[in-house]
T-cell receptor, first 112, second 114 residues
Framework: AQTVTQSQPEMSVQEAETVTLSCTYD???????LFWYKQPPSRQMILVIR??????QNATENRFSVNFQKAAKSFSLKISDSQLGDTAMYFC?????????FGTGTLLAVQP | EAQVTQNPRYLITVTGKKLTVTCSQN?????MSWYRQDPGLGLRQIYY???????DKGDVPEGYKVSRKEKRNFPLILESPSPNQTSLYFC?????????????FGSGTRLTVV
């Protein structure tokens, strides 16, 4: 069975600073994808970044980047130059198109 | 605009009264799923569908039904809702032909069963 673990229920960061959210996963699949989703207070689920497991290069999207360690089954999210609009719940997810397994989420608060 | 549309956005109902949450997508996606979100548990998959007339159970299917008669629609049916089905529900769609870009989610349905 696949599992996704986010060990930080809540985190806080000052505006303009950098923060890293942790995620570990376990899967028996050979072909899988990893995602970070953002859920602001509006509760909309927004895709932040995705990583193809067969690619070694870490994905980057503007201020968001990942540190993908396949052997360690680790997939952390780094947010640089944090902004107030980054305040949200962040979910890590692992799987394929018909089934994504989500972690329990990390609530990130960006302080002014 | 490419989107997944869920209705209603909020729903309060009584135990045992059958209800349907509708979901429709306009992206011609093959795959559709229903998830429920509960505090401390993240999102858990209820049912998914890989195409018309093809559905399968997710991790928490008890008490729910689905159907996929048309490619764009994937309604979630609660035949006899109970208070433990109070939750935030998301419909999502995706297409494997696009290199697995993950799900597009609906806006969610907040269901309260009293």
């Amino acid at each position: 069975a696949q599992t996704v673990t986010q060990s930080q229920p809540e985190m806080s960061v000052q505006e303009a600073e950098t923060v890293t959210l942790s995620c570990t996963y376990d899967t028996s699949e050979n072909n899988y994808y990893l995602f970070w989703y953002k859920q602001p207070p509006s509760r909309q689920m927004i895709l932040v970044i995705r990583q193809e497991a067969y690619k070694q290069q870490n994905a980057t999207e503007n201020r968001f980047s990942v540190n993908f360690q396949k052997a360690a089954k680790s997939f952390s999210l780094k947010i640089s130059d944090s902004q107030l609009g980054d305040t949200a719940m962040y979910f890590c997810a692992c799987g394929a198109t018909n089934k994504l397994i989500f972690g329990t989420g990390t609530l990130l608060a960006v302080q002014p | 605009e490419a989107q997944v549309t869920q209705n209603p956005r909020y729903l309060i109902t009584v135990t045992g009264k059958k209800l349907t949450v509708t979901c429709s997508q306009n992206m011609n996606h093959e795959y559709m799923s229903w998830y429920r979100q509960d505090p401390g548990l993240g999102l858990r998959q209820i049912y998914y569908s890989m195409n018309v007339e093809v559905t399968d159970k997710g991790d928490v299917p008890e008490g729910y039904k689905v159907s996929r008669k048309e490619k764009r629609n994937f309604p979630l049916i609660l035949e006899s809702p109970s208070p433990n089905q109070t939750s935030l529900y998301f419909c999502a769609s995706s297409s494997p032909g696009r290199g697995d870009y993950g799900y597009t989610f609906g806006s969610g349905t907040r269901l309260t069963v009293v």
